[in-house]
């Protein structure tokens, strides 16, 4: 069965830290997708960014980009420069040959002033 | 900007009751999900539909059913509401490719007393 891993429930870190968030995913397939969306607190699910596992670069959306490690089937997500506003439920998610997204049980970031 | 609209936030409903919960989005997109969203447990797949009147059953099916009459319209029904199935549910929509993000709703809190 697939599965998708976030180990890290809970994080918390300054104004303009550098952050990452982890997350490990099992399948044997070998093209596939995987996504980082956000929800903040009582707000919609957004997308974050997302990759193409056939593409060797890490997908970079501004402050955010990820280490996508295939082999490792890791692909962590790193904040850079964070705000107040990136506090939200971060949940990995990983997309299967039937469209169906595979997610995993998401980790809360609080970023403090 | 895509637009998936959930009738209602907040919804109280009693147990034994049949409840619809009703979704509608904006951009014509081919896929249409409901999830349930359970602290600890991320996003888990009720029912998708990739077209009209097509359904698919994902994780969690018992105890729901969904109707797709309309492109635009995704309905998820409690055929007799338990109090297990209190929770957040989620509609997302995405278009067919499966590079594609899926774009959610603001969800529906749904108390099952």
């Known amino acids: 069965a697939q599965t998708v891993t976030q180990s890290q429930p809970e994080m918390s870190v300054q104004e303009a830290e550098t952050v990452t968030l982890s997350c490990t995913y099992d399948?044997?397939?070998?093209?596939?997708?995987l996504f980082w969306y956000k929800q903040p607190p009582s707000r919609q699910m957004i997308l974050v960014i997302r990759?193409?596992?056939?593409k060797q670069q890490n997908a970079t959306e501004n402050r955010f980009s990820v280490n996508f490690q295939k082999a490792a089937k890791s692909f962590s997500l790193k904040i850079s420069d964070s705000q107040l506003g990136d506090t939200a439920m971060y949940f990995c998610?990983?997309?299967?040959?039937?469209?169906?997204?595979?997610w995993g049980a998401g980790t809360k970031l609080i970023i403090k002033p | 900007d895509v637009k998936v609209t959930q009738s209602s936030r907040y919804l109280v409903k009693r147990t034994g009751e049949k409840v619809f919960l009703e979704c509608v989005q904006d951009?014509?997109?081919?896929?249409m999900f409901w999830y349930r969203q359970d602290p600890g447990l991320g996003l888990r797949l009720i029912y998708f539909?990739?077209?009209?009147?097509?359904?698919e059953k994902g994780d969690i099916p018992e105890g729901y059913s969904v109707s797709r009459e309309k492109k635009e319209r995704f309905s998820l029904i409690l055929e007799s509401a338990s109090t297990n199935q209190t929770s957040m549910y989620l509609c997302?929509?995405?278009?067919?490719?499966?590079?594609?993000?899926?774009?959610f709703g603001d969800g529906t809190r749904l108390s099952i007393l």
């Open positions: 998610a990983f997309m299967s040959g039937n469209y169906q997204l595979i």
């Open positions: 399948t044997s397939e070998s093209n596939y997708y």
């Open positions: 990759q193409e596992a056939y």
């Open positions: 951009m014509d997109h081919e896929n």
């Open positions: 539909s990739y077209d009209v009147k097509m359904k």
């Open positions: 997302a929509s995405s278009y067919r490719d499966r590079n594609q993000p899926q774009h």
